[in-house]
């Protein structure tokens, strides 16, 4: 496949604090690196609306419903937005080297059951989130998990 023909990433993603409660933390190992994170994804298309991105990562990545009626889904209202790692810009247009991330929060009951996608992920673990925000990769994505006590109080 040439340049001209590939279908390149939108710099435009999610990433989205899933918790419990009790302030529990779901943690997904990454495939590729072996990193601990959040979900993220990008935008499939343009135009799609940063919750409709959330609702289908956390589905495609956690088999979780956001939209489930025990669920609370949150935008956060904050944007990172930072240089994508030169190990994955191939993964986007020659010009792009930046990606905008939006942050949500994902309140799901205690014992809400993860099935991941096995092309993306290996494990899933529960952590206290400040161990969780410990235990990421991305400064970006414990910097949101540190967030959590003062978007929590309203959901949980």
């Known amino acids: 496949m040439d340049a001209a023909s590939r279908i390149y990433k939108i710099p435009e993603s999610v990433l989205v604090v899933i918790y ?8 997904i190992r990454r495939v590729d690196a072996g990193t601990w994170q959040s979900v993220t994804g990008s935008k499939d298309f343009l135009h799609e609306d940063w919750a409709e991105t959330a609702v289908r990562e956390v589905q495609e990545e956690t088999g979780i419903d956001a939209l489930h009626p025990q ?13 994508i790692y030169p ?6 247009a020659p010009e792009v080297s930046r990606n905008t991330e939006r ?3 994902l309140l799901v ?32 994505n414990a910097e949101a998990i540190l967030m959590l006590p003062r978007f929590a109080q309203e959901g949980a």
Do not use: I, K, M
């Open 87 to 92: 190990a994955w810009r191939w993964r986007y």
């Open 71 to 83: 669920c609370q889904l949150q935008d956060w209202q904050l944007e990172n937005t930072y240089d």
């Open 109 to 140: 009951p205690e014992g809400t059951p993860v099935t991941l996608s096995p092309s993306e992920h290996t494990e899933w673990q529960w952590l206290n989130w400040q161990q969780a925000a410990d235990t990421c990769f991305s400064p970006s």
């Open 103 to 105: 942050v949500f929060g």
């Open 20 to 27: 419990t409660p009790s302030r529990q933390v779901l943690l």
